[in-house]
């Protein structure tokens, strides 16, 4: 059998075995088809797929399998940052400039503490720092996955709520826009290259002039002219950033990011988030779930490790975001609840965090067991947001 024949079995298997499971299993109430889709990756990975059938597994994913899918993987995620970048609200957000920034603040910079010192505890023992990463990189790295909120998941979480276009909607777009914007600059922070600078600075001038004429060329030009020069201004970005050193995922949020995204219709850059979740996202999920691995390179303290590294993880994520909130909710005078829901819908990852310490990997900043405990918490906070905030919101309705 031909490789042809072979992607289209496994891409058979990446698109309907999460959609079966969702449907069938009825999980929405806990699990969005984005968490299934996590999941699944996990499964067909070498950790677990690989493991039970390595027959299947090297049949399914042999290298020239990989490579493909790795090239829609990459595509997929640029688009979705590059569209999470165009959801920014700045203006809104810079209009109500005191709450904004007094809430934003608290609920990055609190789990972010919270995240640091449980890394500065994982690290206390070989195996969790990458071959090219330094100490104080792993735990900046791990407490912004932390602190970090998935906006394009909030979106679809508020959607399912049904608060997404309500003052209380408009009020978390606001409070994850300026942490969208401080988690893609502390990434940066992170992959500063002192060899590269000189290109890192070449590609940060170079990128500012061609924002200002892309903003100005977008509003003169038609719908469809415009969709059609942001995917090439993002292409270009993408390359750019990931020549100066950064990354390719950097320079996507920030094609989106400087564009202002009123000038692309909203019924289409919603049609667009859910047709990347449906047909591509899910090949990008199990390109991540290939990365994971079950304790291998930690001294024989193996998947218990990694399993409660998770778990440290988690309460920090979601101890770090509520204790912030509240801390928000108190000097601002909030209604009582309001901290609850705010704290619970803010601690999302799923998305965003899975593609930051995709990042971090990548670059060897993190080991493959960091990466698979840092997917887990992501998986596991994201689940118990929609149950959480269910039973809350009827408290201040």
């Known amino acids: 059998m031909g490789p042809t024949e072979i992607f289209l079995i496994a891409l058979t298997i990446i698109l309907a075995v ?3 499971f969702w449907r069938l299993l009825r999980t929405d109430g806990f699990a969005p088809l984005v968490v299934v889709q996590i999941l ?19 049949f399914l994913f042999a290298p020239p399998v990989i490579g493909a899918l790795n090239g829609i993987a990459w595509w997929a995620v640029m688009l979705f940052v590059f ?3 165009l959801e920014l609200d700045l203006h809104d957000a810079w209009t109500n400039r005191r709450e904004t920034l007094t809430t934003a603040a608290s609920a990055l910079l609190v789990p972010l503490a919270f ?17 090219k990463g330094t100490y104080g990189q792993a735990v900046l790295g791990i407490g912004m996955a932390c602190a970090v909120t998935a906006l394009p998941i909030l979106v679809l979480l508020m959607e399912k709520l049904g608060i997404f276009r309500s003052p209380l909607g408009h009020r978390l777009l606001r409070y994850a826009s300026f942490d969208d914007v401080a988690i893609w600059g502390v990434l940066a922070l992170i992959l500063v290259d002192w060899e590269r600078m000189g290109r890192q600075a070449l590609f940060l001038g170079t990128f500012a002039l061609a924002a200002w004429g892309m903003r100005k060329l977008i509003a003169r030009v038609g719908e469809n002219d415009r969709w059609a020069i942001g995917l090439i201004w993002l ?10 050193g950064l990354h390719f995922m950097v ?32 090949v990008f999920f199990l390109s991540t779930g290939l990365k994971t691995k079950w304790g291998d390179g930690l001294d024989g303290e193996g998947t218990l490790a990694i399993f409660g590294s998770a778990g440290l993880f988690l309460v920090a994520s979601i101890a770090g975001k509520l204790v912030g909130v509240h801390l928000a909710g108190r000097l601002l005078g909030w209604a009582k609840g309001e901290a609850s829901v705010i704290g619970w819908m803010l601690q999302t990852k799923a998305l965003i965090m899975i593609i930051f310490v ?6 060897q900043i993190i080991t493959a067991e960091t990466f698979t405990a840092m997917l887990l918490m992501a998986v596991a906070s994201t689940m118990l947001t929609v149950p ?10």
């Open 18 to 20: 999460p959609y079966a």
């Open 40 to 58: 699944t990756g996990i499964l067909l990975g070498p950790g677990i797929l690989g493991a039970v059938f390595p027959a299947t597994y090297a």
């Open 83 to 85: 569209a999470a970048g």
């Open 115 to 131: 995240g640091a010192l449980a890394a500065a505890l994982i690290l206390r023992t070989p195996g969790w720092i990458g071959p």
């Open 235 to 244: 292409a270009a970005s993408g390359f750019a950033a990931d020549w100066s």
């Open 251 to 282: 320079g996507a949020f920030l094609a989106g990011a400087v564009l202002d995204g009123h000038h692309f219709d909203m019924a289409r850059r919603d049609a667009l988030r859910e047709f990347l979740l449906l047909a591509v996202m899910p």
């Open 358 to 363: 995709n990042v971090l990997f990548d670059k």
């Open 388 to 397: 959480m905030v269910r039973r809350r919101l009827a408290g201040i309705a």
